[in-house]
């Protein structure tokens, strides 16, 4: 009685271990994901230094330098504070073509806020997975045709593919 007792117990504590565990391949997103991965491994990526403004949203990906989080002078703080150790960045973006829901995808795992007139944007919906060759994460927004700013955070590398294209 007493060695299940214990085992119960311990299948009771890895229970939230492995809830949180999140899919792994390409084919575990939300959604399909094969223009944002083709974005994201471009050869023709545009490379981009933190703080960099674009006058309007490229077709591909762009690679984004990043720098430590008080090196980065993010515009606006993060709604989630980095961990030491990591690397922050930000991109601004005159507008967009149109107003729209937007996919914002990444390479590797970190914070992503989007403001824009003194907002966050809040995404409409999020996906992620592990073991995905060139993405692993995508978020959907919605944002008008104005002024915005991409800020990143939470990076365990000093530099992140980034993809932000209309969703279909």
Not at 39 to 57: F, H, M, V, Y
Not at 124 to 129: H, L, M, R, T, W
Request: charged fraction near 20%.
């Amino acid at each position: 009685m007493r060695t299940a007792f214990f085992a119960t117990l311990l299948l009771l504590s890895a229970a939230p271990a492995l809830a949180a565990e999140e899919p792994s391949g390409c084919d575990k997103f939300k959604w399909p994901i094969e223009h944002e991965r083709a974005a994201l491994t471009a050869p023709d990526r545009a490379k981009l230094g933190s703080g960099s403004e674009l006058a309007t949203l490229p077709s591909t990906g762009i690679t984004l330098a990043l720098l430590a989080p008080g090196d980065a002078k993010l515009p606006t703080p993060p709604e989630r504070a980095p961990k030491e150790g990591t690397f922050a960045g930000f991109t601004s973006f005159k507008g967009t073509p149109k107003a729209g829901i937007y996919t914002i995808s990444l390479s590797a795992g970190g914070w992503v806020d989007v403001v824009q007139d003194g907002h966050f944007l809040k995404p409409k919906a999020f996906s992620g997975a592990t073991d995905c060759d060139g993405i692993r994460k995508s978020m959907k927004y919605e944002i008008s045709a104005s002024p915005f700013v991409l800020q990143v955070s939470g990076f365990k590398e000093n530099s992140v593919s980034i993809a932000i294209l209309p969703s279909e």
